[in-house]
């Protein structure tokens, strides 16, 4: 076999650049992925048409008090009817998920507060107000997972929001939990998040709460199932309490924030900020493969007919 000519070695170098590239722009594509977050719903101010992400019905402010209307009345969205109607909310356990705080009296002038969801989560001598009643100091706010803070654009992390749990005695075993509504009664006692750490050595994170899930519906089966908070953020099917998941094998451990959230190692931004600019670095992305991809596609027919020229050039030597 003849050695390869200088032009042949050129166009393979050629070649092997164009896959080379090619490899390294598709690997740029694929992003670290974390456990996909459980989808929480939201309430709209009917009055004014503001959304704020909230666990469940519940959380939403009543359209009427004692027979009296309720000019702060707010409507409950489930998660996946603000994805089909196009909402853009897309609602996780993260600081845009407004939550309440524990607040305790430490002085004539000094209150010290805890992130809480609910008033569930406070001992005895707290008093639970709410995201919307609570004066939060600054730029801070409790989040679904912890305590953030804004100062110039950037965010800061405070301390985790505290859960409570279920326990109980008999089989001295206990789980996290959202709220009492979780428990199985009779057999089990709700914790406030204090009383957690004395009885499960450790506290409640969003990591650690285990909701439940929904199952079947139009679609059947497992095929249709979710992890969801409660009843109100079922899509279709039927929804399982937490401990009436240990009975389907199959189905993944259902939480309320996946463990890269609790330690911080997602960045987070709020809704407003991260949504320009996600979408700014998706079309940045998008542009720059279109472009190498088109590039590509000349480099290839350039070489190939390059490859074609040489080759019948050297059958009529």
């Not at 042949?8 to 974390?34: A, W």
């Not at 801070?140 to 005695?169: I, P, V």
Request: proline letters at 4%; a negative charge.
């Amino acid at each position: 076999m003849n050695d390869i000519s200088p032009t042949m070695k050129i166009i393979y170098s050629l070649y092997f650049t164009v896959i080379t590239t090619t490899i390294l722009v598709s690997s740029q594509k694929t992003e670290t992925t974390t456990t996909p977050p459980t989808k929480l719903g939201a309430c709209e101010r009917l009055s004014k048409g503001e959304f704020r992400c909230a666990y469940q019905k519940s959380d939403c402010e009543p359209n009427y008090i004692d027979g009296i209307k309720n000019v702060k009345g707010e409507k409950w969205w489930q998660p996946y009817r603000l994805d089909y109607d196009d909402k853009q909310e897309n609602c996780a356990c993260d600081g845009d998920t407004a939550v309440g705080a524990c607040v305790v009296t430490a002085g004539e002038d000094d209150m010290l507060y805890r992130c809480a969801p609910n008033a569930h989560a406070c001992a005895e001598d707290e008093v639970f107000y709410s995201s919307t009643s609570w004066p939060f100091p600054g730029d801070s706010w409790c989040g679904c997972d912890r305590k953030w803070t804004e100062d110039s654009g950037r965010m800061t992390m405070g301390q985790m929001t505290l859960y409570g749990a279920c326990w109980n005695d008999g089989l001295k075993q206990g789980i996290c939990a959202l709220d009492p509504e979780n428990c199985e009664a009779p057999f089990d006692t709700w914790l406030d998040a204090v009383s957690v750490r004395d009885v499960l050595g450790q506290d409640c994170t969003c990591s650690d709460v285990i909701i439940g899930g929904c199952f079947g519906g139009r679609f059947g089966g497992y095929e249709g199932f979710h992890c969801a908070v409660s009843n109100d953020t079922c899509f279709t099917g039927t929804y399982y309490s937490p401990k009436a998941m240990a009975q389907f094998d199959s189905v993944s451990d259902c939480r309320l924030c996946p463990k890269e959230v609790a330690a911080g190692t997602v960045p987070y931004k709020p809704k407003h900020a991260s949504q320009t600019n996600n979408s700014s670095q998706k079309s940045d992305t998008s542009m720059t493969i279109g472009w190498v991809s088109f590039s590509a596609v000349l480099l290839f027919t350039f070489l190939g007919f390059g490859t074609f020229k040489v080759l019948k050039r050297s059958q009529h030597k």
